[in-house]
């Protein structure tokens, strides 16, 4: 057998050793916790995790009139209440952080492993109103009628 030949073989064995860990990996990363501000843990796999999108309306001859992302909110399954998902490198000090929030970059990495997924598409981005947000429920029930006419 050539050097060559033994070089893709072993090649060929660590596809295969990656491939396995990868599977592993995959098991264990929903198992990961989640701490809300009401003191519980919860295994990522058990939370929902909602985008909220914001619609840009059309301006001149050609701008506006898409929908942009704004952030993630994550629903903790045992008191209900939403954790906003923040880039915290868009903040230049500890200080100007928001009180209760998780890592943006956290939910990214992890999206897959969430219980669910929704969407809340909102007209205006200071029109969200955060002391009364959609529920689960109305979420879901906005989720299907969409899949319906698609």
């Keep these: 057998m050539t050097k060559e ?7 060929k064995t660590h596809k295969k050793a990656i491939k396995i860990l990868k599977e592993e990996l995959d098991k264990v990363l929903p198992n990961k916790q989640f701490s809300c501000r009401c003191g519980r843990r919860s295994q990522i796999k058990h939370v929902s995790v909602i985008s909220v ?34 880039d915290l490198m868009s903040y230049d000090k500890k200080d100007s952080r928001p009180d209760h ?21 909102k007209q205006h981005p200071m029109g969200f109103n955060l002391n009364n947000p959609p ?16």
């Excluded at 030949?5 to 072993?10: G, N, P, S, Y």
Aim: hydrophobic share 25%; with cysteine; aromatic share 22%.
């Design 135 to 150: 529920t689960l429920e109305q979420l879901r029930k906005e989720k299907k009628k969409k899949e319906r006419r698609y």
């Design 101 to 121: 929030y998780i890592d943006y970059l956290f939910v990214k990495k992890h999206y897959d492993h969430f219980k669910e997924h929704l969407d809340w598409y």
């Design 5 to 11: 030949a033994t070089l893709r073989k072993e090649i």
């Design 53 to 86: 999108m914001f619609y840009t309306e059309p301006h001149g001859c050609t701008g506006g009139d898409y929908w942009s992302f704004s952030e993630y909110w994550i629903v903790c399954p045992k008191c209900n209440d939403y954790t906003r998902g923040y």
